[in-house]
Nanobody
Framework: QVQLVESGGGLVQPGGSLTLSCTAS????????VGWYRQAPGDQRRYAASITGTGDTVYADSTKGRFTLSRDNAKSTAYLQMSSLKPEDTGVYYC???????WGQGTQVTVSS
């Protein structure tokens, strides 16, 4: 049974930093790219960034320069380091194994003073 579990969300002040984790089980994690998406209240789920199995990264314009992706295939975990956070970064963050229907349950990030 394949599972993805996100963690690391929380409340942070504007300008602050937070690191999210996405840990997979039941699948050959290193064979898949990992996509990160976020869903703000009342909005659709939107693409934030992605990382290939070998570590190549792509960022949405809204996250470029502030978010950094990495992964540890030995731990079956991908990381999303977020810095210079803004209130508009608030939302539920999800990870997905690219090309599959496997999603995590999401982790809430709230950026507020």
């Amino acid at each position: 049974q394949v599972q993805l579990v996100e963690s690391g969300g929380g409340l942070v002040q504007p300008g602050g930093s937070l690191t999210l984790s996405c840990t997979a089980s039941g699948i050959a994690f290193g064979s898949y790219a990992v996509g990160w998406y976020r869903q703000a209240p009342g909005d659709q789920r939107r693409y934030a960034a992605s990382i290939t199995g070998t570590g190549d990264t792509v960022y949405a314009d809204s996250t470029k320069g502030r978010f950094t992706l990495s992964r540890d295939n030995a731990k079956s975990t991908a990381y999303l380091q977020m810095s210079s956070l803004k209130p508009e970064d608030t939302g539920v963050y999800y990870c997905n194994l690219w090309g599959t229907n496997y999603w995590g349950q999401g982790t809430q990030v709230t950026v507020s003073s």
